[in-house]
């Protein structure tokens, strides 16, 4: 099953689909863990909440097909999703900002289960310059660039209050990072050849009050 997932390009996959494939994942994964054989599209879409023509349809992107009155079965799947979405190899990366989003980001152990190493931190803040989280060193951020040269690390996650995101994200680009993981609520601007990945919490919550607000308006 993953020789063929190799040969499909990620650019022909919707941008929907590519995001609910690390939801299949890390279910599959929990059936692979308790040696599950087989799993049907109607048994995800019931843990997960997505039409099981749906998930067929995801998956067959990927050229995986489930066997007729069986399903798919389960640890080729988890191997093949693991493969396609990268997440069987190792990525290094920067962090930018150690508050307390950027500390939490570096005690998170899920993120290495899924490819994404954060080797070192950078702040401006002397009072945690010099100090670890989780094993993880905070360097200053006028450090950055000789490091990023030295150590050849492409990723950068940006954890920094959003007034400096935009500068933040200019050194990043100057230092020959590729692929920036933006966690401000602020847009920022990349040139084109930049991987760039907003991911606000704040535009998520605001979504989640608005939309418990028009619960409650129409009850």
Do not use: C
């Not at 022909?12 to 799993?39: F, G, I, Q």
């Not at 933040?168 to 401000?184: R, Y």
């Amino acid at each position: 099953m993953s020789d063929t997932t190799r040969h499909i390009s990620r650019d022909m996959l919707p941008e929907p689909t590519l995001r609910r494939l690390p939801w299949y994942l890390a279910y599959v994964k929990m059936l692979d863990s308790k040696h599950e054989e087989y799993v049907s599209s109607t048994q995800i879409a019931k843990r997960l909440n997505v039409d099981a023509s749906q998930i067929a349809k995801d998956l067959s992107f990927l050229n995986i097909k489930g066997k007729t009155r069986m399903g798919y079965e389960v640890h080729p799947l988890t191997k093949a999703l693991t493969e396609f979405l990268g997440f069987k190899h190792r990525h290094n990366a920067f962090l930018i900002g150690a508050g307390s989003l950027g500390s939490a980001l570096m005690r998170d152990l899920g993120l290495t289960q899924y490819g994404l190493n954060i080797v070192a931190a950078f702040d401006v803040n002397p009072d945690i310059v010099g100090k670890n989280v989780a094993d993880i060193p905070i360097f200053d951020f006028s450090e950055f660039g000789t490091r990023q040269r030295s150590s050849g690390v492409s990723i950068a996650i940006v954890a920094v209050p959003f007034e400096n995101a935009q500068d933040v994200a200019n050194t990043l680009v100057e230092s020959n990072i590729k692929a920036i993981w933006n966690f401000t609520p602020y847009r920022i601007k990349v040139p084109r050849n930049i991987v760039l990945q907003n991911t606000s919490i704040y535009s998520d919550l605001a979504l989640m009050y608005n939309r418990m607000n028009a619960s409650v308006n129409t009850k």
